[in-house]
């Protein structure tokens, strides 16, 4: 078996591949696991994978203690994935390719596998990340912006007796009633324009251009009424076959 792991800031996805590529179970862990805790992955019976592939923007000391437990279980194969200059067609915009979100360029390689013209790409995780890439390949650079959850964290770090329900709700494009209201739909709508206005620039020069779609909140940012829309919740993950091929 292949065991692919995408590791964010705040969580972790990951799917067990047969051999041949099949996918055989996945799912996601909502928090990252201490070390030494049972990773999601485990079960009673299932030999160790062969083979780990791991994108991973945690910290060297979980990546570490990461290793160290899938070598005691009997894993051979640990790769962890970088970003480089060019993978296939696609080519890094980034000045210094390697400083770029191995998470990023992932979802890159794996959109670029499934469109042979030009694309664009948003993450909505803990940050919200567009890219758009050209027709021949060519990425021409993205954005970062801060994710639904740290907007409304920042928006009530700084201010006082504003209380938001635990439960989302769908934004309506309409101005909220309450506060919790004014806080949770503003922000979706301040993401979604923030999208719709770069991907609709994007597409002056690229009509057909599609919008990959991913991330936890992808859904909430860039919903049906987005037009060319692709929604690949294991983006990332799909990216790493092509990055160690």
């Not at 635990?166 to 004014?182: C, H, I, S």
Request: proline share 7%; hydrophobic share 45%.
């Amino acid at each position: 078996m292949i065991l692919e792991l995408d590791i964010g800031n705040s969580r972790l996805k990951w799917r067990l591949l047969a051999d041949d590529g099949t996918r055989m179970e996945g799912g996601f862990a909502p928090h990252l696991p201490e070390p030494g805790q049972d990773y999601p992955w485990r079960q009673a019976g299932r030999a160790a994978p062969v083979r780990a592939r791991i994108a991973s923007v945690a910290d060297a000391s979980f990546n570490a203690a990461l290793v160290r437990e899938l070598e005691a279980e009997g894993t051979d194969c640990i790769e962890f994935a970088r970003s480089t200059g060019h993978c296939g067609r696609l080519v890094s915009g980034y000045h210094e390719p390697e400083r770029m979100g191995v998470d990023r360029w992932l979802a890159l390689i794996a959109a670029a596998g499934r469109c042979p013209g030009a694309f664009a790409v948003v993450d909505a995780g803990s940050a919200i990340t567009l890219d758009l890439v050209a027709a021949d390949g060519a990425h021409q650079g993205g954005w970062i912006v801060p994710g639904l959850r740290m907007m409304r964290s920042a928006l009530l770090a700084g201010t006082a007796g504003i209380r938001l329900p635990k439960v989302e709700v769908e934004a309506p494009a309409v101005p909220g009633r309450d506060t919790a209201g004014a806080v949770g739909f503003g922000t979706v709508l301040m993401a979604r324009d923030f999208l719709v206005r770069r991907v609709d620039a994007f597409r002056e020069q690229f009509p057909d251009a599609p919008l990959f779609v991913t991330g936890g909140d992808g859904e909430r940012v860039a919903p049906p009424t987005v037009s060319n829309r692709v929604v690949v919740p294991e983006l990332v993950l799909d990216g790493l076959a092509g990055a160690f091929a």
